[in-house]
């Protein structure tokens, strides 16, 4: 009976341990998901950040509010 239940329990732990990188791959693949999301975020913040800032100093400064067409 020991060889038997020495049998089911090594079964068991590679179960287990199949179930446990599993897992553990899902956990990962969610938090580079997570990470790629977040480099587009503050991409997509520094995209507005730039333009905001161009149209801000135009309005403080008069500085590109007109075009010079006649030469």
Same mark, same amino acid.
């Given at each position: 009976?020991?060889?038997?239940?020495?049998?089911?329990?090594? +079964?068991? !732990? /590679?179960? %287990?341990? /199949? @179930?446990?990188?599993? @897992? !553990?791959? +899902? %956990?990962?693949?969610? /938090?580079?998901?997570?990470?790629?999301? *977040?480099? +587009?975020?503050?991409? *997509?913040?520094? +995209?507005?950040? $730039?333009? !905001?800032?161009?149209?801000?100093?135009?309005? !403080? $400064?008069?500085?590109?509010?007109?075009?010079? $067409?006649?030469?």
């Amino acid at each position: 009976m020991d060889l038997t239940a020495g049998i089911i329990g090594m +079964k068991q !732990a /590679q179960v %287990m341990g /199949q @179930v446990q990188m599993r @897992v !553990a791959r +899902k %956990m990962l693949d969610m /938090q580079e998901m997570q990470g790629a999301a *977040a480099v +587009k975020l503050i991409e *997509a913040a520094g +995209k507005v950040a $730039t333009s !905001a800032g161009d149209s801000l100093v135009a309005a !403080a $400064t008069g500085l590109g509010g007109s075009l010079d $067409t006649y030469a």
